[in-house]
């Protein structure tokens, strides 16, 4: 009688649209040949905003209006969980801080939370200038006009020096390099195996398994001597790896050691890549954009040749922290999102149950006619102040939204903006005439061959 009366205010799942399957698979086949982009873009004609994927016995729902976005992310987030979903990034780091939920999630946020308030970042400012300069000092000896590189492997870097000194107190440079490919490796390997129709156990030692394995292996092996280094070292000091390793549990017992091997992997990974990918992307729409590459490079004169700081982040470089905010709208690095349904819920006008699974994709909603103008257009006057008013507040979410919102957005918008300007200060990279732009749509969307720059003479 209850299940009647709710069919009739939403209608049940098999009222929601779900575009021509296979028996048995869904639509896994589908997945594995085209990808997910393609399959959605195409049954988003058809059906809409709200359709449904069929993937083995579970049925995995497309939100695409920012509406249902803000039902599953804030309105009606307790329905919706991580557990599933998210095993395959669980494979590369464990149960931390963006994977857990519950009370141990609470914890482990409350733990990190005060290192990432916008003061306690400000402070970080002076960090991240320093291995900027040292970086771009290091550019300056090794290019010279009309030279050549790939700047996407050279932020990755960065990233992960700036993440060390920041978050670890630690200089990581020596083990860059190795970090960096493991990381690659681990990251095609955990999402390829999203999408295969046969997904073989870790331990048969098929060749990507291998790979995946030693990635693995590595990766937990540079986290584990990052924690010993600092337990060396003594003093604890006040960084985020200070915050864990001096927390206590009610008891006051510290944390299990294998938590804060997964704490430090997850901000490693989390810390450094979202943000080269971020960066790599903004300098090929600026080496597309000379306009724009000529505006930033105004403001930042003003500066006179000195090194910015965090105050100038937020008064001087407004309109170069807008090109990087552009450019998370066009590319933005975690461009899908998911969730496990937990809990019977209404979603999009249909009730939906536990076992079954959402996915929106920020990508298709930062590019949403309905909510941009002109939205393939690059065009960072957008995030001018004032600019913002009246726009859906889900529209543009490349952190999220909600409890679960990225806990680094402003040391994003930090480090990023000074970072580009510092760039723009001494360099003017143009995109080179060889180089091959595709978007990889793994769990992050990677620049899949880098982004290959030339440098041109400053004026
Ligand atoms: C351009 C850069 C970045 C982007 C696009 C980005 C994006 C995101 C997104 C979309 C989420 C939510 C994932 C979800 O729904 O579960 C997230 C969570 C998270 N991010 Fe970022 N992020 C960036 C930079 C950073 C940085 C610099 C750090 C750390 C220094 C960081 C640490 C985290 C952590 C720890 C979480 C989990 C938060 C929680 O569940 O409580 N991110 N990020």
New binding site residues.
């Given amino acids: 009688m209850l299940q009647a009366l709710l069919d009739r205010v939403s209608p049940p799942i098999d009222s929601i649209p779900t575009p021509p399957r296979w028996p048995v698979f869904g639509h896994l086949p589908m997945l594995t040949r085209h990808g997910l982009l393609p399959l959605v873009e195409e049954a988003r004609k058809k059906h809409g905003d709200f359709f449904r994927l069929v993937v083995g016995k579970h049925s995995l729902f497309v939100a695409l209006h920012p509406d249902a976005v803000e039902q599953i992310l804030l309105t009606d987030k307790d329905s919706y969980g991580?557990r599933d979903t998210y095993d395959s990034i669980r494979m590369l780091v464990g149960d931390g801080?963006?994977t857990s939920e519950g009370e141990r999630?609470r914890r482990e946020?409350r733990i990190?939370q005060p290192s990432f308030n916008k003061g306690s970042v400000a402070a970080l400012a002076g960090k991240m200038t320093r291995l900027t300069e040292r970086t771009l000092e290091e550019w300056s000896r090794r290019y010279r006009v009309g030279d050549e590189f790939d700047v996407y492997s050279e932020l990755l870097a960065l990233a992960m020096e700036i993440?060390g000194e920041t978050?670890f107190s630690l200089d990581l440079r020596a083990r860059v390099g190795e970090s960096a490919a493991a990381f690659t490796v681990a990251l095609e390997q955990v999402s390829g195996r999203g999408n295969q129709m046969l997904q073989l156990p870790l331990h048969w030692p098929t060749p990507g398994n291998l790979r995946l394995r030693k990635a693995l292996k590595t990766l937990d092996e540079v986290t584990f001597d990052i924690i010993a280094r600092r337990r060396a070292a003594g003093a604890l000091g006040d960084d985020l790896l200070a915050a864990y390793l001096n927390a206590r549990d009610e008891n006051g017992a510290p944390l299990d050691p294998r938590l804060v091997r997964d704490e430090i992997a997850?901000?490693f990974l989390?810390?450094h890549e979202?943000?080269a990918?971020?960066l790599a992307w903004t300098f090929y729409l600026l080496g597309t954009h000379p306009a724009v590459w000529d505006k930033l490079i105004e403001e930042v004169d003003q500066l006179a040749g000195r090194v910015p700081t965090a105050e100038d982040v937020q008064s001087t470089l407004v309109y170069t922290r807008a090109v990087l905010q552009e450019s998370?709208r066009l590319y933005?690095?975690?461009w899908s999102?998911g969730r496990d349904i937990v809990a019977e819920t209404e979603l999009a006008g249909h009730r939906v149950y536990p076992g079954d699974r959402v996915l929106y994709l920020p990508y298709l909603m930062h590019r949403d006619a309905r909510f941009w103008d002109d939205p393939e257009r690059f065009e960072p006057a957008r995030f001018m102040p004032g600019q913002q008013q009246g726009r859906h507040k889900l529209a543009y979410i490349?952190?999220?939204a909600g409890p679960?919102?990225?806990?680094?957005?402003h040391?994003?918008l930090l480090?990023?903006t000074l970072v580009l300007a510092m760039i723009a200060q001494r360099f003017r990279l143009t995109l080179s005439a060889r180089a091959r732009i595709a978007q990889e749509f793994q769990i992050t969307m990677r620049p899949r061959h880098g982004v290959l720059v030339r440098v041109e003479a400053k004026r």
Avoid at 404 to 409: A, E, L
């Fill in positions: 991580k801080i963006l999630w946020r990190a993440i978050l997850t901000f989390a810390g979202t943000t990918i971020a998370l933005p690095p975690t999102g490349p952190f999220s679960r919102m990225c806990i680094g957005n040391f994003t480090e990023g």
